[in-house]
């Protein structure tokens, strides 16, 4: 009977993703010509966060008891990839969302009832902990600045780390979980890359934070936090961070996807100015530069695939990966994000003078993924110092695993 039951949830599970992608596939089109306006505007249109709400991407995250599809990781890469696809920033904005909602859903049932009410929300998160938590009575008070708050500004909730002296004089890093509304957000983003993320400077001056609604960073790491039911072998209880770094991988490779596509379409009827190729796709060299991004594309998910695989099979058996297995994600979607980096690169070289223009989009995937590329998860050789060091029989040389 059990098992007649976990068929049915399976196939619900999958009919719920086909009509989430098939509506994001739908909406690409417009993400694409919104893209422009987006970076000029340096937030995404409502047009967007409408289109992604009524194809349900921002349910995908969210646990079934509040209403959610509580997709699996695997799952939640596709939606991401076919957002990034469409347009670079509206697929990382995707990407914060979906991973900072799973991030609540390690709270106390109490804050996700506040949070996942409805079966809909936006959550943002910032890790760095700059700021600072005083303990009173019922709580905290959180006071401090975050920068590169990426989605704050369509957000309904922040995760924000801080820190928190403990009588003992010691400190503990923690997270506190605020409504975006208690927050005061400047407008302080003016950049080359990433425009459209809004990723806008945020500040909590003396703000409450129910005790409820702030937990332990180590224990939230390997999803140890209680006062929760979700707990256990849910297949949703991840190791934090290789969860969310297979969420930038997914808009990596979504990015580079799109970017394939983009090249592709200007392709036909094209000249090499000053040759006599009157067909650049008849040149040998284009064909090999085609062939090199998809594949790059091709490894790209490949590598993701074998970190979600690691991930979903330690959740569903109710454990944390090895401090090992999580060394070696950070190495690999690292790399799987280089590749998607370079692909994009080699598109756009072959792509002649013509595509710095602004209205041609290409433009704007290849500066984007740059940009996201400088970010400290994805820094290529920091983190494959980390793979290397326990490929190498080390330890990791990091806690942030």
């Not at 991030?103 to 890790?127: M, N």
């Not at 704050?152 to 820190?163: E, K, Y």
């Not at 927050?183 to 983003?189: A, G, I, P, S």
């Amino acid at each position: 009977m059990a098992r007649r039951e976990t068929e049915r949830q399976t196939v619900t599970d999958q009919k719920e993703l086909a009509s989430v992608l098939d509506a994001v596939r739908d909406a690409v089109p417009t993400l694409r010509a919104n893209g422009a306006d987006a970076e000029e505007r340096r937030w995404i249109p409502e047009e967007n966060i409408h289109l992604l709400e009524k194809a349900g991407v921002f349910r995908a995250a969210v646990p079934r008891a509040h209403g959610g599809l509580d997709l699996g990781v695997a799952d939640q890469f596709k939606v991401i990839a076919e957002v990034a696809r469409g347009c670079p920033s509206t697929g990382w904005l995707t990407m914060v969302w979906l991973t900072s909602t799973w991030c609540a859903s390690l709270y106390p049932d109490r804050a996700q009832k506040e949070v996942f009410e409805g079966g809909s929300t936006r959550v943002s998160i910032v890790f760095a902990p700059t700021g600072t938590l005083t303990p009173v009575d019922g709580g905290y008070r959180l006071n401090g600045t975050w920068r590169y708050n990426s989605g704050v500004l369509g957000a309904d909730w922040d995760l924000l780390a801080a820190m928190v002296e403990r009588p003992d004089g010691s400190h503990e890093e923690l997270v506190a979980l605020v409504p975006v509304s208690e927050l005061e957000v400047t407008d302080d983003w003016h950049v080359s890359a990433g425009a459209a993320t809004g990723s806008c400077t945020t500040t909590a001056e003396d703000v409450f934070v129910p005790a409820h609604r702030v937990v332990s960073l180590e224990e939230a790491m390997v999803s140890a936090t209680g006062d929760r039911e979700n707990t256990g072998a849910t297949g949703r209880n991840y190791g934090l961070l290789g969860y969310v770094l297979s969420g930038v991988t997914a808009a990596f490779t979504g990015i580079a996807r799109g970017a394939y596509e983009l090249f592709l379409e200007r392709l036909p009827g094209r000249g090499i100015t000053y040759t006599d190729w009157t067909d650049q796709k008849l040149h040998p060299l284009t064909q090999v530069q085609v062939a090199t991004a998809a594949n790059k594309i091709d490894a790209a998910e490949g590598l993701a695939d074998l970190c979600m695989e690691v991930l979903q099979t330690r959740a569903d058996a109710g454990e944390q990966p090895t401090d090992e297995e999580k060394a070696v994600i950070r190495g690999r979607t690292a790399y799987a994000a280089q590749l998607a980096k370079e692909a994009v690169e080699l598109l756009y070289a072959a792509s002649g003078g013509s595509v710095i223009r602004r209205e041609v989009a290409l433009q704007r995937f290849h500066r984007d993924i740059q940009g996201f590329s400088l970010h400290a998860l994805v820094q290529r050789d920091a983190n494959l110092e980390v793979q290397g060091r326990v490929l190498v029989g080390m330890d990791p040389g990091t806690y942030f695993l």
